[in-house]
């Protein structure tokens, strides 16, 4: 039944999925030369397509002296200056497309500070970015109609309740609405029929130490258990792996951009490579979205810092770029007395730390003052550890911060999301 009412609402929402899905099955061993040949020729497509129809694009690959002729190679896109966020909000009316769809979807991402992103989707970019999450779940033997848990940040409306309980039915979904006892030993029963589950990592990991520590039997035979939007510490997997059998896996993208990257079998984020164009410069992070004709998104910095791995044949027998690791958001830097220092720093003290150690630490920094950082971890540290810890500090920071480290302690929530760096300083 869950299949028929699927297809039903493939049907009405976006014909072209089924398409897109069966090219994506197809292309999902494709060699490394026949995916680039395919990203080579579907970016000329696109970017011819962005100066006719896009008076931005048109005026902006003017300027650069970059006719679309002239894009011969992947590596021409270089010539092509980046977009940002900033200019996708200002420049939004511009950006878009004057030709003619037949339908488009309305797409909406908050902005870290002010005005949200508004924009729309031309349906083979939406079938595009589905497609690439279904194959994702193909590969553990997942349908999108398959029986999942979900789970989300705190703060609901319980108005909109039940709204949400229909709507869940009908996608053959359940979901944690609070994290009491009672509604955690509900979810726990539903676990029983569940193929999957995905959300918010810090929430799973955070029902799973509950389940942990209050020895809740519990009965499960999950194929993946996906994180969602939030980074995903290692810290998180023994606890998740014991109580429900399975690390956590990732999946990377943007509204914006699309899915970027999914986690195969064997640990490795694969990107998609036959929708998006990845290129990082400097650490940062550049996608090209290949079906964005609607909104063209060409080189966008998308804020994050990443590595990648081109070289490595995975198990898996996939021959796509491999995101090695997504390492933390660009943007609010810290804040020292004399200088400032990339959010990317934590990234590296607490890496330290676990190539060091082992100890994988489950942590949250706060700047409250210039100056000055909170280190919050959830854990206590055996002083060895610790004795570590503030030797990494020193290290990158030097005399230009002082801190406290606080240990056992709970993490800041803005929202229902969980940061890694939260700062209250105003740069200008
Ligand atoms: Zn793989």
Redesign the pocket.
Known sequence: MYKWIYKQGVKRRNPLLPTAENFLQGTDKWSRAELEAYQLEKLKVLVSWAYKHSEHYRRKLDEANMHPIQLQTLADLQRIPPITKKTLIEENEAIHATANFKRLIYSETSGSTGSPLTFYRNLEWDARHRAAIHRGYSWYDIQPWDRNGYFWGYNLDVKKHWRLKIMDKLVNRFRIFSYEKKEILTFIKNLNRADYLEGYSSMIYYVARKIEQENIAINTNLKMIKGTSEKIFDAYQPTVKKVFGRKIISEYGAAETGIIAFE?????M?TTMENVIVEVIEGEIYVTNLFSHSFPIIRYALGDYVEVDTETK?????EHT?VTSVMGRIGKEIIGHQETYPSLTFYYIFKNIVMDSGDAIRYQVLQHQKGHLEFRLEQHLSPSIRKQLEAEIVKYFAQDMKYDIREGVDFYRDGGKLKDFVSFVETV
């Open positions: 195969c079998p064997e640990g490795n694969h995975c198990a898996c027998g996939r491999i």
